[in-house]
């Protein structure tokens, strides 16, 4: 039973599509982002929300979207998308007192590999 | 701002050996949570271990232990026994504390390519 979920493991796409990454947890925690790991691995926060509140939004271009429709959901949509898009995309859940798990520690999916021709 | 440095971008170990792979970070608070993630081929984020700066005790879990310096803002990851499943890329991250939550954002490090030879 998956804990943190994503949709598509893989995109390929050519420039200037828009496209959706979709993110699905059943761990009942309240928080919920999104990370990028870059061609040379390195990770940096995008997005985060906490009870479909957007709470961090850490310098991305306006070409990407965030939306939470309930708790246990956060997707990712992109606009017209560009070469540099061109990463892993990370989702992760952070556990809450009620949920079990430290409070304290993110959980991640296993990210979406997207691909711009 | 927070930063964290791991300073190995490669280390390799024979299988049975022990190894360390280092991090550094800096911080100007004082509570805060510091991790170590594994990242294999598979590319799935793995939580390793984790740190509380307020304890004093250095964590583990299995063969994995930190040796977690407050004073030198060092935070290194020891791996004994080393396995063939190991071999991996490991990311130290970094948390703080506020208030009692932490809905901030994780900071990590530029990674550590560990190879576990036979």
């Known amino acids: 039973d998956t804990a943190v979920s994503q949709t598509p493991k893989y995109l390929v796409t050519q420039m200037g599509n828009d496209k959706s990454i979709k993110c699905e947890q059943n761990l009942g925690h309240d928080t919920m982002y999104w990370y990028k790991q870059d061609s040379k691995k390195f990770l940096k926060i995008m997005f985060s929300?906490?009870?479909?509140?957007?709470?961090i939004n850490e310098t991305v271009p306006n070409r990407f979207s965030p939306k939470s429709p309930d708790k246990a959901h956060l997707n990712l949509h992109i606009n017209s998308l560009e070469l540099g898009d061109s990463a892993v995309y990370f989702c992760a859940t952070r556990g809450g007192a009620r949920a079990g798990g430290f409070t304290d520690t993110q959980y991640f999916g296993p990210g979406t590999r997207l691909t711009v021709l | 701002a927070q930063t964290v440095t791991q300073s190995q971008p490669e280390m390799s170990v024979q299988e049975a050996e022990t190894v360390t792979l280092s991090c550094t970070y800096d911080?100007?608070?004082?509570?805060?949570?510091l991790f170590w993630y594994k990242q294999p081929p598979s590319r799935q984020m793995i939580l390793v271990i984790r740190q509380e700066a307020y304890k004093q005790q250095n964590a583990t879990e299995n063969r994995f232990s930190v040796n977690f310096q407050k004073a030198a803002k060092s935070f290194s990851l020891k791996i004994s026994d080393s396995q063939l499943g190991d071999t991996a890329m490991y990311f130290c991250?970094?948390?703080?504390?506020?208030?009692?939550?932490?809905?901030?954002?994780?900071?990590f490090g530029q990674g550590t390519i560990l190879t576990v030879h036979p």
């Open positions: 991250a970094f948390i703080v504390n506020a208030g009692g939550t932490s809905y901030g954002k994780l900071t």
């Open positions: 929300y906490n009870n479909k509140e957007l709470i």
């Open positions: 911080t100007s608070e004082n509570n805060y949570y």
